[in-house]
């Protein structure tokens, strides 16, 4: 989305919420960091005069993505929602959909088996204490609650025999993950349906009744011929 906006020379920033010390680099200018809430942020685009917004933020970023709305709303600025469609069961799937985390740490058997975590880093805390060896995967080196755990740092795209060598390696027996959508890290679903194993999936948030697009072009569309600042 970022490219595209910058490719059309729209007057756009780019917003981080600081949690990756090293995130990659937008051809957009970037401002990292927290808005204050929903009225912080209201108040950051009446400051910077933004038009329109784009929520292209991670499906499981709820709390933004509904601050979002508030403040848009607060605001007087449409609002449009750039969303990855979920992941849809394939056969030989075999997964058991949960509404959140701790409802996923409750559906594993506690049996010292060994688990593919695959939620990042932020909501391990329902998983520790928990009696299995867990195999963590992020984007850089940080610290977590879990004991018995293994940490591979990685970046994706990742590869289904990859995955498929790394569960193997690890004996994994459970894959817990979110429903994130998109190729990224989809490989480890298929390399779990391969080995057939069984996947914890945690469904995404409920959200406010927001416009939803699926890809940049969309967004383009939804944009075209406004007086903007993205």
Not at 161 to 166: C, E, P, R, V
Not at 197 to 218: F, H, K, N, Q, T
Request: glycine content about 10%.
């Amino acid at each position: 989305m970022a490219q595209v906006l910058a490719k059309a020379g729209l007057d756009a920033v780019y917003s981080y919420a600081g949690r990756t010390a090293n995130p990659v680099a937008q051809p957009l200018p970037t401002r990292i960091g927290g808005f204050g809430g929903a009225e912080g942020l209201a108040d950051y685009l009446r400051a910077e005069r933004i038009s329109h917004v784009i929520d292209a933020t991670h499906p499981f970023a709820g709390t933004i993505s509904r601050n979002a709305v508030a403040a848009c709303a607060a605001a007087g600025r449409p609002l449009i929602a750039l969303e990855r469609p979920p992941w849809v069961a394939l056969p030989g799937d075999r997964w058991l959909h949960v509404p959140d985390y701790e409802a996923a740490a409750s559906a594993l058997p506690g049996d010292g088996s060994a688990v593919f975590l695959a939620i990042g880093r932020q909501n391990l805390k329902f998983f520790a204490g928990r009696d299995h060896a867990w195999m963590l995967r992020f984007a850089e080196v940080a610290a977590h609650p879990l004991r018995d755990a293994t940490l591979i740092v990685s970046r994706g795209p990742f590869t289904v025999a990859g995955d498929m060598a790394l569960m193997r390696r690890h004996a994994i027996a459970h894959v817990v993950a979110k429903n994130a959508g998109g190729h990224a890290a989809e490989a480890k679903l298929a390399a779990a349906r391969a080995l057939g194993l069984p996947v914890v999936m945690i469904d995404r948030p409920v959200l406010p009744l927001r416009r939803v697009a699926a890809m940049p072009a969309e967004v383009m569309a939804w944009l075209h011929g406004a007086d903007r600042g993205v």
